[in-house]
Nanobody
Framework: QVQFVESGGGLVQPGGSLRLSCVAP????????IGWFRQAPGKEREGVSC????????VYADSVKGRFTISRNNARNTVYLQMNNLKPEDAAVYYC?????????????????????WGKGTLVTVSS
């Protein structure tokens, strides 16, 4: 069963940085738009960012624009999320997933309707 494996989470102080990674053994990420999502306790899942495979374009949720950067390394079959200037409201479990219908992030990428291969996520805690 193909499943993403996310890593890089941890405890960081407000203003700090983390770099998350995700890989999916057996899946060629170059075939899909890849999204990062997060879910905090008691809240719904939300889209954080998406990186297209077709043209390298990226999109971000307004809440993370200017602070987070998504990138892909197709040679390593890995997608990254660099998170800077972290805030307490960024605390959540972070997941990545592949949009199995598109190579380019759709206008509703943040919904994750066609996203598959969800992993167990990586926990990000932002606290002083």
């Amino acid at each position: 069963q193909v499943q993403f494996v996310e890593s890089g989470g941890g405890l960081v102080q407000p203003g700090g940085s983390l770099r998350l990674s995700c890989v999916a053994p057996g899946l060629s990420l170059d075939d899909y738009a890849i999204g990062w999502f997060r879910q905090a306790p008691g809240k719904e899942r939300e889209g954080v960012s998406c990186a297209s495979a077709s043209d390298g374009s990226t999109v971000y949720a307004d809440s993370v624009k200017g602070r987070f950067t998504i990138s892909r390394n197709n040679a390593r079959n890995t997608v990254y999320l660099q998170m800077n200037n972290l805030k307490p409201e960024d605390a959540a479990v972070y997941y990545c997933a592949a949009d199995i219908m598109r190579r380019r992030c759709g206008s509703d990428w943040y919904v994750g309707r066609d996203s598959r291969y969800w992993g167990k996520g990586t926990l990000v805690t932002v606290s002083s």
